[in-house]
């Protein structure tokens, strides 16, 4: 069905982005309750650093694969005709690949400081 | 097997008892599944926060309208718990905790700091 996202392969990358995304969470997450609260300019300062703006696109990145297999992983569970699982797979592709191109947009047009 | 071929299929979820970690492992996954739908929103969030002052107050006041505060707290307790569930997750993949007690004691941990680290949150974003 989906070769690139079977088996040991798929295994991988759903840990090595789940290593990425707790990083990066654990980060944001400190930062948040460190500062307490943000001024629209501290925020958009922020991500316009070009480290966060890079840390976040790989943020996404990972996001999508991750979430990829994960949801893969329940579809393949739950939904057992092949047509079927061909289309909500075929959904969910839209889905992450739009979010992908959306965030990537949004941080190269939000990234001048 | 019943006539017509088909296993039979046990979905009383009132009569369904789940050690802990079964239970941590399917609101893993119920999470999961949330959090994917809940990204398309979240990133429409960023970019609000992000197209000047305007918009981060219009973003702001979203996230504190009284239909999204309950959305926030199940949002933020999610993705802690999806996040203390799966990084209990890649210690067994490495062999730590597999044995009794830690396997247990470690899902009555996920169980118990999750929702606290969201209620930190909670109080941080609202």
């Known amino acids: ?113 | 097997m019943p006539i017509d071929g088909r296993r039979p299929v046990h979905l009383n979820l009132m009569k369904i008892r789940l050690p802990v970690a079964g239970w941590l492992s399917i609101i893993h996954r119920g999470t999961g599944i949330l959090l994917f739908i809940a990204t398309p929103f979240l990133i429409y969030l960023l970019q609000l926060s992000l197209s000047g002052p305007d918009n981060f107050q219009r973003a702001n006041a979203l996230l504190h309208a009284p239909v999204a505060i309950i959305l926030v707290v199940l949002l933020l307790w999610s993705i802690t718990h999806h996040l203390l569930a799966g990084v209990r997750y890649l210690l067994l993949d490495m062999d730590v905790g597999v044995d009794h007690p830690m396997f247990v004691y470690s899902a009555r941990i996920v169980m118990i700091v999750s929702p606290l680290v969201a209620l930190l949150l909670v109080m941080v974003v609202l």
């Open chain 1, 1 to 113: 069905m989906s070769r690139q996202a079977s088996g040991l392969r798929a295994w991988f990358i759903q840990r090595v982005t789940a290593v990425y995304l707790s990083g990066y969470l654990l980060y944001f997450f400190f930062r948040l309750i460190a500062q307490g609260s943000f001024s629209a300019n501290q925020w958009h300062n922020w991500f316009a650093t070009p480290v966060m703006s890079l840390a976040t696109g790989l943020f996404f990145w990972a996001l999508l694969l991750h979430a990829w297999v994960g949801i893969r992983d329940v579809i393949l569970d739950y939904v057992h005709p092949v047509g079927m699982r061909i289309v909500l797979l075929s959904v969910v592709v839209l889905i992450l690949a739009g979010c992908g191109i959306w965030v990537l947009r949004l941080l190269l047009l939000h990234g001048a400081g």
